[in-house]
Structure formats: C-alpha cells, structure tokens
C-alpha cells in the first residue's frame, strides 16, 4: 500500500506540468493536512476526556457491586459466603460492606434529598477512592456521630464544617398516635467532597458504616458489596460479576 502511494506521490511531484504548484492544488494539500492535524488533535482530546472521567468514575465508584436480588439486606450467612469467595479471587484488590439508602439532610431551615451512604473506613485499601475527593475538612467518620457531604449540598443547605445536622428517613418510621413519625439522627459534618460530577456532588454522604446500620436498624445486614479490581482486570468487569 504505501509503495502504491509513494508511486503516484512521486509521479505527481516530477509531473512536468508541476501541476503541483498550482494554487488550488497547494490549498487542496493544505486543507488535507489541516483536516488530518485537526482530527489527530480532537481524538487526542477525546482520549485525554475519556481517560479522566474513568479516572473520575472508577474513583468514586467500584467496579463490581453485589445485590441481594430479592430485593433485601444481604444477611450475615450470605455475607460469610460472598466474603469467602471475594477472598479467593485473584483479581480482587479489597472489598467492603455498604449501607446506602435514601434520606432527607435538614439544615438552617432547609430540606434537601440524599444517598446515605455507611462505608468502613478503616478498610485498607479503600474499595473506592473516597478520600481522595475530600476538599475541604477532613475524613473523619471513625466516630458514629460524624460524615462527610457533597460540596453542593453545603451550598444548598449553607452548612458549614463543624456544623450538626439532621438525617430523616422514612424508612424506619416509627408509628405514633399521631401516626407515622420517620425518625432522624444528628451528624457533625467533618468534611466537604468535590469529584466534579453532580450527580455525586450533589446528593451522597458519607458516614461510619456503624452509624448507618443503627439509624437504618438493620443489625448486622448489609445493602450491598463493593469490590475494586485490579487494574488489568477492570475492563472486564462485566465479565468477572
């Protein structure tokens, strides 16, 4: 193929018409080898974007989650068995417990809809890179009574650090004479998060994986599993769950 090309390239060049120099031809080369220059740079931006929202994405998200599919906790049998099997697997870096359910954060009068989400932070190496995206304050959810927000939902809600807040659930709500009462806990907010995406930013929090099972009474259940991969398995992902 290319001596096919360099043939006429060069036919085109000893030409001894030197069609070549011809204004339209040089303009008609020009526009070639700005269109090739110009797709080589956007597909080079377009790797460069791709590149860093899987870094994005892969940082706050693991790679593989387990569900119970009826739809329930995963009790403390079916977590020994899955916990096992994760532990044999070779292309397994960590994984961990979560508790994540819907809540509404209450702060300064306002009301604004969330992801609670109880992790274990003491799992070394994280299953997600949480920490990381923590820019403001600190990562302290050790204690029951601390947890960490999206950046936007301060904004929205005009918290501040050290401030206390309350998380509402319907979830556990208690019945009254007055009739259902959801019930709600106070959090000390150590810690702002900014990953650059809304949908993040914007609703989830995160607190001790301890706080959220009390709060959500769910005794030692668990919603779900988080597993990270390693590297050169995570385009196959898919494949591996």
Known sequence: MNKLVFFFLEKFLRSPRKEWLRVDSIFMVLGIIISVATLTLSLALFDGYTSAMKKIYFGVNSHIYFFNGKDAPINVELQ????????????VISFGKVISNQVM????????????????PEIDPQPTAYKKFVKVGSYDILENNKIVIGYKIARELNISLNDTIKI?????????AFGMLPTNKSFIVTGFYKIGMHEYDSKYAFCNILAASEYFELADNVTMYEVKLKDD???????LA
């Open 233 to 239: 398995f995570i385009e196959k992902a898919d494949y």
């Open 168 to 176: 509402i659930s319907p979830v556990n709500s208690k019945v009254t």
């Open 80 to 91: 020994q068995k899955l916990e096992q099997f994760l532990s044999n697997q070779p292309e």
């Open 105 to 120: 954060i209450t702060s300064n009068g306002r009301v604004k809809a969330a992801i609670l989400r109880g992790i274990d």
